[in-house]
T-cell receptor, first 115, second 116 residues
Framework: KAGVTQTPRYLIKTRGQQVTLSCSPI?????VSWYQQTPGQGLQFLFE???????NKGNFPGRFSGRQFSNSRSEMNVSTLELGDSALYLC??????????????FGPGTRLLVL | AQKITQTQPGMFVQEKEAVTLDCTYD???????LFWYKQPSSGEMIFLIY??????QNATEGRYSLNFQKARKSANLVISASQLGDSAMYFC?????????????FGTGTRLQVTL
């Protein structure tokens, strides 16, 4: 079974631009979560989508948004990019049949550099 | 709010030796799960092992075992017979098993270097 895939793997943008990252979960997984990893803040939860609905949200500004499609694929958007948005963005999927802490499997991440 | 503490920024271990990576956690919720993930330099987080707060026995997965001490709120990862390929960052994480649990809270990680 194929793992979680994320595209693109690397991205360079300039301040003020917007960016869209994509995540395809493991087949059959219905929950997709997004995390930001930076050297200063570590790994932080952005949000989670389940059945096309945002089910949980972390403490990030409204510039960070996401959505999930009917095939469970998810996209994350960051508008008006700031230098501090440079990070590794990780997507994780889980079966989430019970929503009770099932194992999240991660993709390879998208490395975003904002200049 | 829950918190994960990993006090070892870096560890060295010789090949074929066992190593313990420390993790302590803090939560007032009685229902939670604890995970360990491995992150090689490529960036992908690889799931290693899981322990639920109500599990009676310590979890094991091949060369990985989790030393779960609930009263001390610790969940240390033990890697037996270290291999060069074990060199990576290791993260301890916690999830609350209430409601629609999905948010993983991570520690700051431990960088493990396996030497010859």
């Amino acid at each position: 079974k194929a793992g979680v895939t994320q595209t693109p793997r690397y991205l360079i943008k300039t301040r003020g631009q917007q960016v869209t990252l994509s995540c395809s979960p493991i087949s059959g997984h219905r929950s997709v979560s997004w995390y930001q990893q930076t050297p200063g803040q570590g790994l932080q939860f952005l949000f989670e989508y389940f059945s096309e609905t945002q089910r949980n949200k972390g403490n990030f500004p409204g510039r960070f948004s996401g959505r999930q499609f009917s095939n469970s694929r998810s996209e994350m958007n960051v508008s008006t990019l700031e230098l501090g948005d440079s990070a590794l963005y990780l997507c994780a999927s889980s079966l989430s049949t019970s929503g009770m802490g099932e194992t999240q499997y991660f993709g390879p991440g998208t490395r975003l550099l904002v200049l | 709010a829950q918190k994960i503490t990993q006090t070892q920024p870096g560890m060295f271990v010789q090949e074929k030796e066992a190593v313990t990576l420390d993790c302590t956690y803090d939560t007032s919720d009685p229902s939670y799960g604890l995970f360990w993930y491995k992150q090689p330099s490529s960036g992908e987080m690889i799931f290693l092992i899981y322990q639920g707060s109500y599990d009676q026995q310590n979890a094991t997965e091949g060369r990985y075992s989790l030393n779960f001490q609930k009263a001390r709120k610790s969940a240390n990862l033990v890697i037996s017979a270290s291999q060069l390929g074990d060199s990576a960052m290791y993260f301890c994480a916690m999830i609350l098993l209430t409601g629609t649990a999905s948010k993983l809270t991570f520690g700051t990680g431990t960088r493990l270097q396996v030497t010859l």
